[in-house]
């Protein structure tokens, strides 16, 4: 499991988990927002008779994005509370500081990805 202490060039002294919550929480926040704002549009369009099939189409399928974005950071902080952060969902093996900073939600070691 990667180490949850400081990691190097840290302005903050907060350790990568640290960080990498305060990114997955503050990005949840904005998911479920942009989610809901979504879903109300999708009512929208599909009171309107004049809507074609193909913006009701693309509304559903970005709304499918949205979701399966606010899932993949709602697992990574499900994996923080438990205290498997860090670690490969596949392999157990640790995933690499450089891609949790780069991708916080990542479930998988450069290996198994």
């Not at 202490?5 to 949840?28: F, K, M, N, V, Y």
């Not at 008779?49 to 189409?57: L, V």
Request: one cysteine or more; charged letters at 30%; aromatic letters at 2%.
């Amino acid at each position: 499991m990667t180490n949850p202490t400081t990691t190097p060039g840290s302005d903050t002294g907060e350790s990568l988990q640290e960080r990498a919550e305060q990114t997955l929480q503050a990005h949840a926040a904005r998911s479920e927002h942009q989610l809901h704002e979504l879903e109300s549009d999708m009512v929208g369009l599909l009171g309107d008779s004049g809507t074609i099939q193909e913006d009701r189409d693309g509304s559903r399928r970005l709304i499918e994005s949205v979701r399966a974005d606010l899932e993949r950071t709602r697992r990574a902080l499900a994996r923080i509370e438990a205290g498997t952060f860090g670690q490969c969902t596949k392999c157990r093996e640790p995933i690499a500081d450089a891609r949790l900073e780069a991708i916080p939600e990542a479930d998988y070691c450069t290996n198994c990805a």
